[in-house]
C-alpha cells in the first residue's frame, strides 16, 4: 500500500507544520512483521497514520494471514 506524492505533499505535520516525507514504517501484528510506507514529519518523526487508515490495513493484513 502507497500512497500518492501529490497526495502527500498535501499533508504537513501537525505540530511542526513539516512537509511530510513518505517512511518505511516497520510494525508487527499477530504473527507477521510489515513494512508499509507512511508520511511522516522529517522534523519529529511523527507518522501519521488515521483511525481509517490504520483500521483498512489492519483488514488488509488479516486477509493476507489467513490466506497462508
Ligand atoms: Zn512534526
Known amino acids: 500500500m ?3 506524492e501529490e497526495e502527500v505533499q498535501n499533508w504537513k505535520c501537525e505540530a511542526c ?3 511530510l ?3 518505511e514504517v516497520v510494525f508487527s ?3 507477521g512483521t510489515f ?3 507512511l508520511p ?3 522534523k519529529c518523526d511523527q507518522v501519521l497514520i488515521t483511525e481509517e487508515l490504520a483500521m483498512g490495513k489492519m483488514a488488509e493484513v488479516e486477509k493476507i494471514l ?3
Open 21 to 23: 516525507v513518505m517512511r
Open 40 to 42: 511522516a514529519c522529517p
Open 66 to 68: 489467513e490466506d497462508k
Open 2 to 4: 502507497k500512497f500518492s
Open 17 to 19: 507544520g513539516e512537509d
Open 35 to 37: 513494512h508499509v510506507d
Open 29 to 31: 501484528y499477530m504473527r
